[in-house]
């Protein structure tokens, strides 16, 4: 991940005082350039991130595809953005303080998310790939600091104070951000729903961006492992197998693709069981998950990759997801009592963990 730009511009509703940086952050400083790298890594891996696209008439769009163009000037577009942001939040009731971080990065949308220690930050540091633009609210937070001082006879004193404007750490949640592909103009976002002048609004999507909101491949994921299950249950199969078929399809599809066909899934996952093909069929027919599911290749990998299951008896088990339709690995038996065994095979060894 290679940082080309980052600032941050400074919004404290509790004092009223707005800070607006003139200049680009100093990315020669480690601390200031791990904690923006951190940032724009955990932005790019957000599972949780919603995709938009964005209206024709959006005047962000424009912006953006001009600062891309080389016409518009970093500062003079975030300090816009920033703008926009205090005139919005301010009229909130009760507006937390917060800061705007505003990074222009190359990175790779393939990668996971974890705390990096200083020689990770440094490589990502000097990493190419896509190039994106990251929009991210850092709301303040509180936390209790100790201060140093003297009392009226000169003698050292110290005492314990309440700090309001503490930055999130790197491995925190953000709440509120947006990632924009600046060759493709896709737009990722995280926001949450904000009660502004009395009317309650989406501030990143619909106010900032103008652009579509539509559900992140985490929630689509879960809907189509909801209606797979669904499906299964209803029909006396194997949820278990049927979920792993679900998440190993989608995991080989996401290499070539970002895009599942929900009925091909359907006729792989039920694909000795035509009745329950037919039956998941008229689930999307329905309107239960999109005929189209899109799926970034990141996310697929990470959120398919295992399979876990829990048994009415207090088992726990997780294993490779494609190995579910692997008799070679493990195997579901159904019992005549309706009770469900299975076999684990050719393990060489066992860790206790």
């Known amino acids: 991940m290679n940082i080309n730009?980052?600032?941050?511009?400074?919004?404290?509703?509790?004092?009223?005082?707005?800070?607006?940086?003139?200049?680009?952050?100093?990315?020669?400083?480690?601390?200031a350039k791990r904690y923006v790298t951190s940032?724009?890594?955990?932005?790019?891996?957000?599972?949780?991130?919603?995709?938009?696209?964005?209206?024709?008439?959006?005047?962000?769009?424009?912006?953006?595809?001009?600062?891309?163009?080389?016409?518009?000037?970093?500062?003079?577009?975030?300090?816009?953005?920033?703008?926009?942001?205090v005139g919005e939040l301010s009229r909130m009731e009760k507006t937390p303080s917060c800061d705007l971080l505003v990074i222009d990065f190359e990175g790779d949308l393939d990668q996971t998310v974890r705390e990096m220690t200083d020689e990770e930050a440094e490589a990502a540091f000097k990493g190419r790939g896509t190039r994106y633009f990251a929009i991210i609210l850092l709301e303040a937070r509180q936390a209790y600091m100790h201060e140093v001082g003297s009392n009226d006879f000169g003698d050292a004193a110290t005492t314990i104070a309440r700090h309001h404007a503490i930055?999130?750490?790197?491995?925190?949640?953000?709440?509120?951000?947006?990632?924009?592909?600046?060759?493709?103009?896709?737009?990722?976002?995280?926001?949450?729903?904000?009660?502004?002048?009395?009317?309650?609004?989406w501030l990143i999507p619909d106010g900032l961006?103008?652009?579509?909101?539509?559900?992140?491949?985490?929630?689509?994921?879960?809907?189509?492992?909801?209606?797979?299950?669904e499906v299964a249950e209803e029909y006396g199969a194997n949820t278990a197998r049927a979920l792993a078929r679900a998440k190993s399809y989608v995991a080989?599809?996401?290499?070539?693709?970002?895009?599942?066909?929900a009925h091909e899934l359907?006729?792989?996952?039920?694909?000795?069981?035509?009745?329950?093909?037919?039956?998941?069929d008229r689930a999307v027919d329905a309107g239960a998950i999109p005929e189209r599911v899109v799926v970034e290749k990141a996310v697929a990998k990470r959120v398919t990759?295992?399979?876990?299951?829990?048994t009415d008896t207090g088992i726990e088990l997780t294993f490779p997801a494609e190995y579910g339709e692997n008799p070679d690995f493990i195997e579901f038996f159904s019992t005549p009592d309706g009770r469900i065994e299975i076999a684990l095979k050719n393990i060489g060894a066992i860790e206790n963990r």
Not at 60 to 75: I, T, W
Not at 211 to 227: N, R
Request: hydrophobic content about 40%.
């Open 5 to 31: 730009k980052a600032i941050l511009h400074v919004f404290d509703f509790v004092s009223c005082v707005n800070v607006f940086a003139q200049t680009e952050m100093d990315l020669g400083n480690k601390t």
């Open 209 to 229: 961006l103008q652009c579509s909101m539509e559900a992140s491949s985490k929630e689509v994921l879960e809907a189509v492992t909801t209606v797979v299950e």
């Open 39 to 85: 940032q724009a890594k955990r932005a790019v891996g957000n599972l949780d991130s919603k995709r938009g696209t964005f209206a024709e008439n959006s005047l962000f769009a424009e912006e953006l595809r001009a600062y891309f163009r080389g016409e518009r000037d970093f500062v003079g577009l975030t300090r816009q953005i920033g703008e926009f942001f």
């Open 305 to 310: 990759k295992n399979h876990k299951i829990r």
């Open 266 to 280: 359907g006729r792989e996952v039920f694909a000795d069981e035509p009745v329950l093909q037919e039956r998941f």
């Open 167 to 201: 930055l999130p750490n790197p491995s925190q949640k953000v709440a509120s951000f947006a990632l924009i592909d600046g060759d493709a103009m896709t737009v990722w976002f995280v926001d949450k729903e904000r009660e502004i002048a009395g009317e309650k609004r």
């Open 252 to 261: 080989e599809n996401a290499e070539d693709s970002d895009e599942v066909d």
